[in-house]
């Protein structure tokens, strides 16, 4: 089993819509994550980190769940400029071993 | 200030050859990364330095692949006898490496082409 696994996508999507993505991983004893956002051949960077309670900024919300070992991102009201790629991160031993999903992408259409 | 700092931001090399590529990391930051990404493909781990730690060397794909760093500065991965699969962005990103929440910031990577 991968350590995080992402659906690839693509999720085509119009604007306005709500979209959301889910991210698993393998090591249970993870205990941060994060959502970085990744434009067309450009490097990655950072979106939001995922904390325990779940957090928003914006139109954008991530979830973690804890018992299904998955972390998700919700991202309300798209907008053209929303189109990337997202990629997931998990932070694998807490010792900032971070490991990337494959990332999924998503246009917004006009 | 300065970002992460990769070189060079393009090669292109003949199979066979050896390439070195490099990596300047934030001042101060003591974890280091490279990654691949073949096109349109997600990032792909290949090793981790952390500090004066020994390095996480899981996700190099064979023993033609090896990266050094020295202290916490500068970091050169090296590919030896370049095969045209080789052909990627070599992505580098460093961080604080302090606390779980520690952002990892990454360098424009460079894109290898092997021909």
């Known amino acids: 089993r991968k350590e995080v696994e992402q659906d690839p996508g693509p999720f085509n999507v119009p604007e306005g819509a709500t979209v959301a993505f889910n991210c698993t991983y393998s090591?249970?004893?993870?205990?941060?994550f994060f959502w970085y956002r990744q434009d067309c051949r450009k490097e990655p960077k950072l979106l939001m980190s995922?904390?325990?309670s779940g957090n928003e900024d914006g139109r954008f919300t991530a979830q973690l769940n804890r018992a299904s070992q998955y972390i998700s991102l919700l991202i309300r009201d798209s907008k053209l400029s929303d189109s990337a790629t997202y990629l997931c991160?998990?932070?694998?031993?807490?010792?900032?071993?971070?490991?990337f999903g494959a990332g999924t992408r998503l246009t917004v259409k006009p | 200030g300065a970002g992460v700092s990769q070189s060079p931001s393009n090669k292109v090399t003949e199979k066979g050859k050896d390439v070195e590529l490099r990596c300047d990391p934030i001042?101060?930051?003591?974890?280091l990364y490279w990654y691949r990404q073949r096109l349109g493909q997600g990032l792909e781990f290949l090793i981790y330095?952390?500090?004066?730690?020994?390095?996480?060397k899981s996700g190099l794909p064979s023993d033609r692949f090896s990266a050094e760093r020295t202290g916490e500065s500068v970091s050169t991965l090296t590919i030896q006898r370049t095969q045209q699969e080789d052909s990627a962005v070599y992505l580098c990103?460093?961080?604080?490496?302090?606390?779980?929440?520690?952002?990892?910031?990454f360098g424009q990577g460079t894109r290898l082409t092997v021909v």
């Open positions: 990103a460093s961080s604080l490496g302090e606390g779980a929440f520690t952002e990892a910031f």
């Open positions: 090591n249970s004893a993870s205990q941060s």
């Open positions: 995922v904390y325990s």
């Open positions: 991160v998990v932070n694998l031993n807490n010792n900032n071993d971070m490991r």
């Open positions: 001042s101060g930051h003591t974890a």
């Open positions: 330095f952390q500090g004066n730690s020994a390095p996480d």
